[in-house]
């Protein structure tokens, strides 16, 4: 029995806790489940949206006359293929990767330490960070990734895209219309001590982002280039704390939007609009949005 629900908020389900009713929400718990949910958004003539952890997401306050897919219970699998390789589901959570992988004596997963979300939001985003160990180096999914099954959206046919001919970008996959069902990681072997230790690093990185005090969906625009971080140019606009209703450009980081209570959608994209603004007015800049609009 699909499971779903009608007009379910998705500010429950956006770490930015923003976001209006959506049409039809299904929680497939099977592939063949999957299937199905696909096949109503065509024959109801709607659109799809697949949602994972909601970490990456700026949702309307209107809503969504859609169809949303979540990938959670049935689809938070990992298993390990090979003694160097592992097949993960979309709906497991990162961190259950990161874990995961470090118990099996794997390297390759660190980098995801404190990055949240699931692991199909995380392939389909191509998420990552600077290496720690070399910061002219940046890490990401792509740089671990085998294969990847997904189905298109468009024929409802599954198929199994080898790494090559993904087409990987910066906080990109390139896998617009299609859903994630698995992926396949190749990994090294390495002392669980050494791999604890690179954890610790990644984590400890990431600890400026308790200042962020409030809710919040990662980096707001993408860095246009890694000597210009989005977050610096918006900061030398004079924008870090600009607020429009609940919404902040956080002080804590300017390409972190936060939500300090009852922000809606407007505001923030109000905000996007005055930091796009100032950016192209002082620098000559377009910043490219890295949050996903729904
Ligand atoms: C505090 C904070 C810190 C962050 N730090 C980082 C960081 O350092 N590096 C980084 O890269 N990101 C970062 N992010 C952003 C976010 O965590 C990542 O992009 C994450 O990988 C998104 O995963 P998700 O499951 O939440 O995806 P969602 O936000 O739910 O979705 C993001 C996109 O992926 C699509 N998607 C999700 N699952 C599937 C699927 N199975 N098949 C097809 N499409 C799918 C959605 O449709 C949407 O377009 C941060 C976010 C927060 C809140």
């Given amino acids: ?108 997963c660190e980098f995801l330490a404190g990055i949240p979300g699931s692991f199909g939001g995380a392939l389909f985003m191509n998420a990552g960070t600077r290496d720690i160990e070399d910061p002219n180096r940046m890490r990401e999914v792509k740089d671990i990734v085998v294969d990847v099954d997904v189905i298109n959206v468009k024929n409802i046919k599954k198929e199994t895209l080898k790494r090559k001919d993904i087409p990987f970008t910066y906080r990109s996959s390139g896998l617009d219309g299609r859903c994630v069902i698995s992926g396949r990681l190749k990994l090294e072997k390495a002392g669980e001590e050494i791999i604890r230790k690179r954890m610790g690093s990644f984590v400890k990185s990431r600890e400026w982002m308790k200042k962020l005090g409030f809710p919040s969906a990662g980096s707001v625009f993408k860095n246009p280039d890694s000597a210009m971080p989005a977050g610096r140019l918006i900061e030398e606009s004079g924008l870090k704390g600009a607020r429009v209703g609940g919404a902040e450009i956080s002080k804590a980081h300017a390409n972190f939007i936060v939500n300090t209570g009852g922000a809606t959608s407007k505001d923030v994209m109000e905000l996007i609009e005055l930091a796009r603004k100032n950016v192209r007015d002082k620098f000559g800049i377009e910043l490219e949005l890295e949050l996903k609009l729904i």
């Avoid at 699909?2 to 930015?16: A, I, Q």
């Avoid at 806790?17 to 592939?31: A, H, L, S």
């Avoid at 997401?57 to 160097?84: M, N, P, S």
Wanted: proline letters at 4%; aromatic letters at 8%.
């Fill in 1 to 108: 029995m699909l499971r779903r629900e009608y007009g379910k908020l998705l500010s429950r389900h956006t770490t930015l806790k923003i976001g209006g009713p959506v049409f039809c929400w299904i929680e497939p718990e099977n592939i063949n489940d999957l299937f199905n949910a696909i096949t109503i958004a065509g024959d109801v003539q709607k659109d799809l949206a697949i949602i994972g952890a909601g970490s990456n997401i700026l949702a309307r306050e209107q809503g969504f006359d859609g169809i949303a897919v979540y990938l959670g219970r049935g689809f938070d699998f990992i298993e390990k293929e090979e003694d160097d390789i592992v097949r993960v589901g979309p709906g497991l959570p990162v961190s259950l990767l990161v874990k995961k992988t470090a118990e099996w004596g794997l390297t390759g």
